[in-house]
């Protein structure tokens, strides 16, 4: 297993930044694709940003290419979401995941994460 906590959410002004955190335990993290998801009230779960396991490879959804960046330090066990110029439609519970593959390429879909953290809360102020 690979316990994942989020951290750093919290209310911020429209056009503001934050940086999330998503620190991982065990020592097999950089064998995992990660990626961060988002679910606002009254919608699904939906995909965010994801990186492959060197940290060479991303993607984006379209919402927020451009405002988001998707990181990860192997050496801390740790995944980063630095996210700028928020918008109020980026309030929503965040969760990172993992996504074990053996050919280390970043994954998109939810159904490909084995392992989920808790959520962190965003809330964009307009």
């Known amino acids: 297993q690979v316990p994942l906590v989020e951290s750093g959410g919290g209310l911020v002004q429209a056009g503001g930044s934050l940086r999330l955190s998503c620190a991982a335990s065990?020592?097999?993290?950089?064998?995992?694709?990660m990626g961060w998801f988002r679910q606002a009230p009254g919608k699904e779960r939906e995909f965010a940003a994801a990186?492959?396991?060197?940290?060479?490879?991303?993607a984006y959804a379209d919402s927020v290419k451009g405002r988001f960046t998707i990181s990860r330090d192997n050496a801390k066990s740790t995944l980063y979401l630095q996210m700028n110029s928020l918008k109020s439609e980026d309030t929503a519970v965040y969760y990172c995941?993992?996504?074990?593959?053996?050919?280390?390429?970043?994954?998109?879909?939810?159904?490909?994460?084995?392992?989920w953290g808790q959520g962190t809360q965003v809330t964009v102020s307009s």
């Open positions: 990186i492959n396991w060197s940290g060479d490879s991303t």
């Open positions: 995941a993992a996504s074990y593959r053996p050919s280390g390429r970043l994954v998109t879909s939810p159904y490909a994460y084995d392992y």
């Open positions: 065990g020592r097999t993290f950089n064998r995992y694709a």
